[in-house]
């Protein structure tokens, strides 16, 4: 599942000269998701990979849009640099750094079946 990180982009003002504006750091930042928002709350220009694991009464307030799927039982989600060996020889993540982030959702599915035994052969069919 897609979740919803942006970059957050700055000058850092230690590495500015008169021939150079500085170099731009980024930050992963998410502004309208509380659970992801709670984990990048500590991530740096740096931190090319962020993950976290929660128990199902830990992320409540990220699963009200997957209110279908019942039974779940845990949450992971992490937000990661695309292409580490191109953010490493910037020694942080840029603007242009391509970066995925995901949610992962582990529960229970239970599917009907009806099974039936003919002529010593066993069948199931999905319901």
């Keep these: 599942m897609t979740s919803a990180v942006a970059l957050n982009c700055s000058v850092d003002p230690s590495n500015v000269s008169t021939t150079d504006n500085g170099t731009t750091k980024c930050t992963f930042v998410s502004p309208n998701d509380t659970l992801l928002a709670d984990m990048l709350v500590n991530a740096s220009n740096n931190m090319f990979l962020v993950l976290n694991s929660y128990l199902l009464r ?51 599915s239970v599917d009907e079946i009806q099974a039936q035994v003919t002529n010593s052969g066993y069948s199931e069919e999905i319901m």
Aim: zero cysteines; proline letters at 4%; charged letters at 15%.
């Design 58 to 108: 830990d992320s409540l307030s990220a699963l009200s849009t997957y209110a279908n799927v019942t039974g779940v039982l845990a949450t992971v989600q992490w937000v990661r640099v695309a292409d580490f060996l191109s953010a490493e020889n910037f020694d942080a993540i840029q603007p242009d750094t391509p970066y995925e982030a995901g949610r992962w959702l582990l529960y229970l």
